[in-house]
């Protein structure tokens, strides 16, 4: 064999075994080598192709089956394509989508920009009606309720699950964004919604560095229809995004605690601020949706909103650029803190609501939640300096 030869046909996959570690190995690989010539076209039975995903992307597919209680689990590269990719798989044009107006903003852009485009029809409901009342506005044409609770700006609860009760007596699908829930502390599925759609980049991830979906299902069909989803739109995601979520998933349920916790003090302490009108989070007794929270959740995360008493936006914005622990950010579920005012994303809504005042968010991170609150304070202390009396 000629050096050229031998480059290109030595150093390649150990024919033994590999040595084994606890979790997968992390293979490379567009082209998958087949046993023989039957099986190159035999893609029931093989793995013929690596865009659909080696060891490391199986074995995250199978821990987040376990974790949701789905019969099959689809990875996309973001939250918003694992979203957008489970509604292209199972809507057609002259179908109608349900989407909850508190719902994350790009999936409003997609469902007005590329839905439409295709023929279906989107409306939004209110994140306050009632149940029966979503269900009850269901047309003929009505396919699927897109849900998303608590919405993770304003944080109204659903009850997700009669809604699912409902819309399933009318042969509706329902799906719902649970990046809140983080597959964890609420599991879709268990409650009878068909589809359990979240973006791993937050919780799962948990570091604020890989961006990742996942779409999860028990009925086989619908198991089918977003495989051949992912196939038809030839998403894939690498063996070492997936390998970095499986490592994420190791420690999301003593992360999860600890968010919970602080945010809980967090929230708790904010409530008693003279600067404060409201808190908006779930599992805050007495806070809107803590019923329905305490019904369906076994725990928290580390994402609430609080209601400034009215201010002009200077003193919105000096509350925000005086804060030092918490970063200004949009993302949340890493373990860092961050903050952002959501006045400007409410904009978007069909339905404004007046909160009172303006609507912060806050993510609590892994820190101390005594440092946390101490940085709060000076913000506090800068927004009144600069709000009326
Ligand atoms: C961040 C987020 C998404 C989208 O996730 P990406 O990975 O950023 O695309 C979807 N839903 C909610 C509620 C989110 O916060």
């Given amino acids: 064999m000629s050096d050229e030869t031998r480059l290109i046909h030595t150093g390649k996959a150990p024919a033994a075994p590999l040595a084994r570690t606890v979790g997968p190995p992390i293979q490379k690989g567009s082209t998958v080598l087949l046993p023989n010539a039957e099986a190159l076209y035999d893609d029931e039975n093989h793995l013929t192709y690596g865009r659909s995903g080696l060891a490391a992307q199986a074995a995250l597919q199978d821990a987040l089956a376990a974790l949701e209680g789905a019969v099959g689990v689809s990875l996309y590269p973001s939250g918003i394509a694992a979203i957008s990719g489970a509604l292209l798989a199972v809507l057609e044009a002259g179908d109608e989508i349900l989407v909850v107006d508190s719902c994350y903003k790009p999936i409003r852009r997609f469902c007005d920009n590329v839905l439409k485009r295709f023929g279906v029809g989107v409306r939004y409901y209110d994140p306050a009606a009632a149940p029966e009342a979503v269900v009850g506005d269901a047309g003929p044409a009505t396919r ?3 849900m998303e609770s608590p919405g993770s700006l304003s944080f109204e609860m659903q009850d997700a699950p009669r809604i699912a009760a409902l819309a399933r007596e009318r042969r509706i699908l329902t799906a719902i964004d649970n990046t809140w829930g983080a597959g964890f502390t609420f599991r879709p599925l268990e409650h009878g919604i068909d589809l359990s759609l979240q973006a791993l980049t937050k919780y799962v991830g948990g570091h604020s560095d890989v961006f990742m979906g996942s779409a999860a299902a028990r009925d086989p069909r619908l198991v089918r229809a977003l495989v051949d989803g992912v196939n038809n739109m030839g998403w894939a995601v690498s063996g070492e995004d997936a390998y970095a979520m499986l490592r994420g998933l190791r420690t999301l349920p003593t992360r999860m605690a600890r968010h919970g916790a602080s945010a809980l003090t967090v929230a708790d302490w904010l409530k008693a601020q003279p600067e404060v009108a409201s808190v908006l989070h779930p599992a805050l007794p007495g806070a809107p949706g803590h019923a329905l929270w305490a019904r369906d959740y076994k725990g928290a995360c580390g994402l ?3 209601v400034l008493k009215p201010a002009p936006e200077a003193a919105v914005n000096a509350f925000l650029d005086t804060l030092d622990l918490f970063g200004l950010g949009f993302s949340w579920g890493g373990f ?3 903050a952002i005012s959501c006045d400007p994303q ?10 009172g005042g303006p609507l912060m968010r806050l993510h609590i991170g892994l820190e101390d939640p005594a440092d946390l609150i101490a940085d709060l304070r000076a913000g506090l202390d800068a927004y009144a ?3 009326p009396a």
């Fill in 144 to 146: 699927l309720i897109l």
């Fill in 304 to 306: 609430f909103g609080f």
């Fill in 336 to 338: 860092e803190s961050l």
């Fill in 346 to 355: 409410l904009r978007a809504r069909r339905r404004r609501k007046d909160y």
């Fill in 385 to 387: 300096r600069l709000a």
